[in-house]
């Protein structure tokens, strides 16, 4: 899986006919893994060590549940988890505030050859391989076992988490006797896992559903549905200790050669959905095996390749971008839920338990573009949910003496705030943690996202109904937030920044240059709004008690920030007192095991330029039409420097503005190395979940900084700058109902563009011509030398 | 596979060669097994004359097996150790201030490179102290080369019923290991409040899933900073430890095990050397 692309022999890989008995008889499953092998991620062999890396890596997701790709019958070191979005259980035991909950393990399947328990760790594995099929969203893995006793047994499964149906998900397993005749038997269960029913939540199975109690307002209702080929002498057994649950058998005497299949459905719903969940289960259930197992795995593979119509991005080229590129997808799509719009993103989705589902703002910043340009539904559920928290933010607020809107640094279900105070480092010494309490520029990303999603979709709706109320309670809490001093000037104290080396700084450029921002689109969103939709306008402005001159005092404070620009040298100053911090050597400590902040300890660093992420450069990512291209150099050349790159999501904002600036061998660089996050293979940091927003970032700096797109009001400005070894790149993006097919190609330079969906735009090129164009239609521009040609329309 | 039935102790005849014998004692009681002393030297000595010249009582050697052998120190330890199945070497480290393997490069360099077990080196400050196992350092650069010391070291903290104590040092200037599998401090530290809690019961559910098939009832993760054989001096010194566990990669050239070289000049307290497959 991490070194280079995988080769896969369509021969060997679960393909039905490769049984070695003398006398297969072939069952085959239910799909077959896509042909062409750049798109799969293959994982050969078995590491212990490795286990949880590639639960994470290879998890099944659909937005609504997310299953990590724990081995079926487990391992010592296996962490098999299947969390359901937005479902929270407290952990009164830690400190670290609620906790995704972890549900009834339900692809856990023994199997049993003549009374052995067939295992990785016991006989002899000959063969075991995974594959995470990324087009079909399927997991797959073959393994051939020989037990002690000489016998060899042959298993093939697949695994998927429904896009078409979010509530299903399917198992299937195909077990072949190569050499022996005998009886096999498997067996099944929804009990949760590594024995969690002692401490964890209480489950009552009865009549087909078992439901999971995660607190005393919250439950999970899971039913099972299964069909055996041939069919199996079947049993269920009720047991109530050590946990409630039902365990569930098949078993059959096979001949020499023969395979047996099992096919099992799980429908799950959640009490958020509804309010028995376990009577929906169970109607579902039996909707879902009417239909079968085939349709069903079809309709999911079709839901997909609709997704990567509109999400995938195709390098020629450069292979290892283009794995990254689709692992990036396939995990984005995998994470959102455009139905459900009271769960937001956690820092890894729904694939592992670090961060404990706790929303950032990497939801916002990071993720959120993918789904503005390629998803809408799934944008506007996202940001609901920071509708539907927005009294958690008010509470925050007012907690601070302000008013307004003030997010949660790590929010929950409730949208209070939940990061903890401190946590005891592994040397034993405890670390003070005032993001909770000082990391403010959240509300300010989260009205960042609410206007690009509203410019972007023209979704007056959700700006009427949810977004106007954002943008203005968090713009409140900027105008009370920042205070007016004796310089004239209009200050932000006691906060940090994205780099969160430095703490209780004043004035933090990303802060305040957000802060403005945000304030004056406030202002902005008001006079559309009462332009536009003048009657709405009057439901908000009372809803929101909207005195007539707070659109005024807010531009009016947003015009006396500081922003720690010097107009000498075209430099942002990250904060005040910056520029007079101790240099260290950055570049130095990159690629070393331990990061810099862990190397010099905390007060060095705090002392010293080393920088976390981008701050400044974030500014560059994120409002490039602000300022000029020489400002946007001038700041990335020097912050590029200091930058330690101690976050996740630093990489991949580097490697967009890298991109924008031209600087396309450095772009490749931090594009690789934001890729390598979750893929490379000595890292470990993926056992407790992908990084959602690295992966985000990734395809921004693919769409934002290769391509070079931009949103403008009358549609979208494209840049092109293809990487090194890039010979043609092509992506979708969708703007007010018109879906763009971009391709970017250098031999001959040019770019394609294919217009579907609805409506009109104008497209243009940065220092280039621009062209109205109309859904239905393709148009192209050829460069010649270092300048573009006229756009034409072109017939396919 | 056949039980280890006895730990070898070499002894060239200095009395001070006798300070591993506590030491001994000890390991082959949690290994159920028998002390063999094995002179090595170019004559054959009477039983008086050998015990004499050790310094060794017939209360010292209660229950012990006495054997000499003659010929090249380093071969003949390693042959008697593979003869024997013995569990471990248990000798003295080196008493001199210089790098011990230079020092006797001729036998403990050797006996290191051949052995066909693990090798227990006891300081001269060991003396004829009694001694326990009672708590157990391991240290551990998270590659999965070194994670094979793991078990065999599980086993002894088990038999003990020790505390284990996981050092992983993370170390400045180091370059970030290659190896698949590995796992070092984070490198990206998001949020250091989920991510130190996260990151340490990781790095310990590794270990603990490869102390199988011991159980290990007391272990703990330390996290130290610096160069890697000071960090693990500096915490075997402030926290009473009975011995250090150290994966070796089979090399002594110029500049290649320069961690051992050092803990087992300076440590205050045995040192036993599992040879693992780089």
Same mark, same amino acid.
């Given at each position: 899986m991490r070194s280079g692309a995988p080769v896969i022999d369509r021969e060997t890989a679960l393909a039905p006919g490769r049984v070695t008995g003398p006398s297969a008889r072939v069952v085959n499953l239910p799909l077959a893994p896509s042909s062409d092998p750049g798109w799969l991620l293959v994982e050969d062999g078995f590491a212990l060590v490795r286990e949880r890396e590639i639960e994470s890596v290879f998890a099944v997701a659909n937005g609504y549940t997310g299953t990590r790709a724990s081995l079926e019958e487990g391992s010592r070191l296996s962490q098999p988890v299947t969390f359901a979005a937005g479902i929270y259980a407290d952990d009164p035991a830690a400190n670290l505030g609620p906790a995704l909950a972890v549900l009834p393990d339900w692809p856990h399947l023994e199997i049993t050859v003549d009374g052995d328990r067939l295992s990785t760790e016991t006989g002899q594995v000959l063969e075991h391989r995974r594959m995470l099929d990324l087009r079909q969203a399927v997991l797959w893995r073959e393994w051939r076992q020989q037990a002690s006793s000489g016998r060899i047994t042959r298993v093939r499964f697949l695994r998927l988490a429904s896009l078409a149906d979010r509530h299903v998900l399917l198992q299937s397993v195909a077990v072949t006797a190569e050499n022996y005749a005998g009886r096999i038997e498997l067996v099944a269960g929804l009990t949760l896992p590594n024995g969690r029913g002692e401490r964890g939540p209480l489950i009552v199975t009865r009549d087909l559903a078992t439901v999971v109690g995660v607190t005393p307002e919250t439950s999970v209702a899971m039913a099972t549905g299964s069909v055996a080929q041939p069919k199996s002498e079947a049993t269920k057994s009720h047991q109530v200790l050590p946990t409630d649950h039902v365990d569930e058998r098949w078993s059959w005497e096979v001949g020499l050669g023969e395979t047996v299949r099992l096919d099992r459905l799980v429908s799950v719903y959640t009490s958020r959905d509804i309010a028995d969940p376990a009577d929906s289960t169970r109607s579902h259930i039996a909707k879902i095996q009417e239909r079968g197992v085939t349709a069903l795995a079809g309709d999911h593979v079709n839901a997909w390749s609709r997704r990567w119509d509109a999400a995938g991005i195709k390098i020629v080229g450069d292979d290892e971008a283009?794995?990254?590129?689709?692992?990036?997808?396939?995990? $984005?799509?995998?994470?959102?839920?455009?139905?459900?719009?009271?769960?937001?993103?956690?820092?890894?989705?729904?694939?592992?338990?670090?961060?404990?589902?706790?929303?950032?703002?990497?939801?916002?910043?990071?993720? $959120?573009?993918?789904?503005?340009?390629?998803?809408?539904?799934?944008?506007?559920?996202?940001?609901?949910?920071?509708?539907? !928290? $927005?009294?958690?933010?008010?509470?925050?607020?007012?907690?601070?003496?302000?008013?307004?809107? $003030?997010?949660?640094?790590?929010?929950?279900?409730?949208?209070?705030?939940?990061?903890?105070?401190?946590?005891?480092?592994p040397d034993g010494s405890v670390v003070s943690i005032l993001t909770g309490e000082q990391e403010h520029h959240i509300s300010a990303d989260v009205a960042y996202a609410v206007w690009q999603y509203w410019r972007t979709t023209a979704d007056n709706n959700f700006m009427v109904g949810a977004g106007a109320d954002i943008l203005i309670e968090t713009a409140r809490f900027w105008a009370s937030r920042a205070r007016m001093e004796a310089d004239g000037f209009a200050h932000i104290r006691a906060v940090i920044g994205p780099d969160e080396y430095h703490e209780t700084i004043?004035?933090?450029?990303?802060?305040?240059?957000?802060?403005?921002?945000?304030?004056?689109?406030?202002?902005?969103?008001?006079?559309?709004?009462?332009?536009? *939709?003048?009657?709405?306008?009057?439901?908000?402005?009372?809803?929101?008690?909207?005195?007539?001159?707070?659109?005024? !005092?807010?531009?009016?404070?947003?015009?006396?920030?500081?922003?720690?620009?010097?107009?000498?040298?075209?430099?942002?100053? *990250?904060?005040?007192?910056?520029?007079?911090?101790?240099?260290?050597?950055?570049?130095?400590?990159?690629?070393?095991?331990?990061?810099?902040?862990?190397?010099?300890?905390?007060?060095?660093?705090?002392?010293?330029?080393?920088?976390?992420?981008?701050?400044?450069?974030?500014?560059?990512?994120?409002?490039?039409?602000?300022?000029?291209?020489?400002?946007?150099?001038?700041?990335?050349?020097?912050?590029?420097?200091? !930058?330690?790159?101690?976050?996740?999501?630093?990489?991949?904002?580097?490697?967009?503005?890298?991109?924008?600036?031209?600087?396309?061998?450095?772009?490749?660089?931090?594009?690789?190395?934001?890729?390598?996050?979750?893929?490379?293979?000595?890292m470990g940091n993926a056992a407790g979940g992908v990084h959602i927003a690295a992966l985000g970032g990734l395809w921004q700096a693919a769409v934002f900084g290769v391509t070079g797109l931009r949103l403008r009001e009358d549609g979208?400005?494209?840049?092109?700058?293809?990487?090194?070894?890039?010979?043609?790149?092509?992506?979708?993006?969708?703007?007010?109902?018109?879906?763009?097919?971009?391709?970017?190609?250098?031999?001959?330079?040019?770019?394609?563009?294919?217009?579907?969906?609805?409506?009109?735009? !104008?497209?243009?090129?940065?220092?280039?011509?621009a062209c109205l164009v109309r859904s239905g239609r393709r148009y192209a521009v050829a460069r010649n030398g270092s300048a573009w040609g006229a756009w034409r329309e072109t017939v396919e | 596979m056949m039980a280890p039935a006895t730990l070898l102790v070499p002894l060239d005849g200095s009395a001070s060669a006798t300070d591993a014998l506590s030491v001994a004692r000890g390991l082959a009681n949690l290994k159920g097994a028998t002390v063999v002393l094995i002179h090595v030297g170019h004559d054959a000595l009477a039983p008086d004359?050998?015990?004499?010249?050790?310094?060794?009582? /017939?209360?010292?050697?209660?229950?012990?097996?006495?054997?000499?052998?003659?010929?090249?120190?380093?071969?003949?330890?390693?042959?008697?150790?593979?003869?024997?199945?013995?569990?471990?070497?248990?000798?003295?480290?080196?008493?001199?201030?210089?790098?011990?393997?230079?020092?006797?490069?001729?036998?403990? #360099?050797?006996?290191?490179?051949?052995?066909?077990?693990?090798?227990?080196?006891?300081?001269?400050?060991?003396?004829?102290?009694?001694?326990?196992?009672?708590?157990?350092?391991?240290?551990?650069? #998270?590659?999965?080369?070194?994670?094979?010391?793991?078990?065999?070291?599980?086993?002894?903290?088990?038999? /003990?019923?020790?505390?284990?104590?996981?050092?992983?040092?993370?170390?400045?200037?180091?370059?970030?290991?290659?190896?698949?599998?590995?796992?070092? /401090?984070?490198?990206?530290?998001?949020?250091?409040?989920?991510?130190?809690?996260?990151?340490?019961?990781?790095?310990?559910?590794?270990?603990?899933?490869?102390?199988?098939?011991?159980?290990?009832?007391?272990?703990?993760?330390?996290?130290?900073? #610096?160069?890697?054989?000071?960090?693990?001096?500096?915490?075997?010194?402030?926290?009473?430890?009975?011995?250090?566990?150290?994966?070796?990669?089979?090399?002594?050239?110029?500049?290649?095990?320069?961690?051992?070289?050092?803990?087992?000049?300076?440590?205050?307290?045995?040192?036993?050397?599992?040879?693992?497959?780089?």
């Open positions: 283009q794995r990254a590129l689709r692992f990036a997808v396939y995990h $984005l799509v995998s994470a959102a839920n455009p139905d459900d719009e009271h769960a937001s993103i956690g820092a890894r989705s729904l694939t592992g338990q670090d961060y404990r589902g706790h929303v950032f703002w990497d939801t916002e910043i990071y993720t $959120l573009p993918f789904y503005v340009l390629t998803d809408p539904p799934a944008a506007r559920a996202l940001l609901m949910y920071r509708y539907h !928290t $927005l009294d958690g933010a008010r509470r925050k607020a007012k907690g601070h003496g302000y008013q307004g809107a $003030l997010y949660a640094w790590e929010s929950a279900d409730s949208g209070d705030e939940t990061t903890p105070r401190e946590v005891i480092a004043d004035d933090n450029a990303y802060t305040n240059v957000m802060a403005r921002w945000n304030l004056n689109r406030a202002a902005d969103a008001v006079a559309i709004l009462k332009r536009e *939709q003048p009657t709405s306008w009057k439901q908000i402005s009372v809803r929101l008690a909207l005195a007539e001159d707070e659109p005024v !005092t807010w531009q009016r404070i947003a015009a006396a920030l500081v922003t720690g620009f010097h107009a000498d040298t075209g430099l942002f100053e *990250q904060f005040e007192g910056y520029f007079g911090l101790e240099e260290v050597d950055v570049i130095k400590h990159r690629d070393h095991a331990t990061p810099i902040d862990v190397c010099l300890g905390r007060e060095q660093t705090r002392q010293s330029k080393a920088i976390k992420q981008a701050d400044v450069v974030a500014l560059s990512a994120l409002l490039w039409d602000e300022w000029p291209r020489a400002i946007h150099e001038a700041n990335f050349n020097y912050y590029d420097l200091r !930058t330690a790159h101690g976050s996740s999501l630093s990489p991949a904002h580097y490697a967009l503005v890298a991109a924008r600036l031209g600087n396309v061998a450095l772009a490749q660089s931090y594009m690789r190395q934001a890729g390598e996050i979750d893929l490379a293979n000595n979208i400005a494209l840049d092109p700058h293809l990487l090194p070894g890039w010979t043609e790149m092509r992506c979708s993006v969708q703007w007010r109902g018109c879906v763009l097919r971009v391709t970017l190609a250098t031999d001959p330079p040019r770019i394609e563009i294919e217009v579907d969906g609805s409506g009109e735009l !104008t497209i243009t090129i940065v220092d280039g011509p | 004359e050998l015990l004499g010249r050790m310094g060794l009582s /017939a209360e010292d050697v209660r229950g012990l097996v006495i054997d000499q052998c003659t010929g090249s120190p380093a071969d003949a330890i390693v042959r008697e150790a593979a003869a024997r199945h013995s569990a471990f070497i248990v000798m003295c480290a080196p008493a001199q201030p210089d790098d011990p393997l230079n020092a006797i490069e001729s036998i403990l #360099g050797d006996v290191l490179l051949k052995a066909p077990c693990p090798v227990v080196l006891v300081p001269s400050m060991q003396g004829r102290q009694p001694w326990a196992l009672r708590r157990l350092v391991l240290p551990h650069d #998270g590659t999965p080369t070194s994670a094979e010391a793991i078990a065999p070291t599980a086993d002894l903290a088990s038999r /003990a019923n020790a505390e284990l104590v996981v050092l992983h040092v993370a170390t400045p200037d180091a370059e970030r290991p290659t190896e698949s599998g590995t796992f070092v /401090a984070p490198r990206y530290l998001d949020q250091p409040q989920h991510e130190w809690p996260a990151w340490s019961r990781e790095f310990l559910e590794r270990v603990r899933s490869l102390c199988y098939p011991a159980k290990i009832e007391k272990i703990r993760l330390v996290l130290a900073h #610096g160069e890697a054989s000071a960090a693990i001096l500096e915490f075997t010194r402030k926290n009473a430890s009975d011995l250090i566990a150290l994966a070796w990669r089979g090399s002594l050239e110029a500049e290649r095990a320069q961690t051992m070289r050092q803990v087992i000049r300076e440590a205050n307290c045995p040192v036993i050397v599992f040879r693992v497959q780089s």
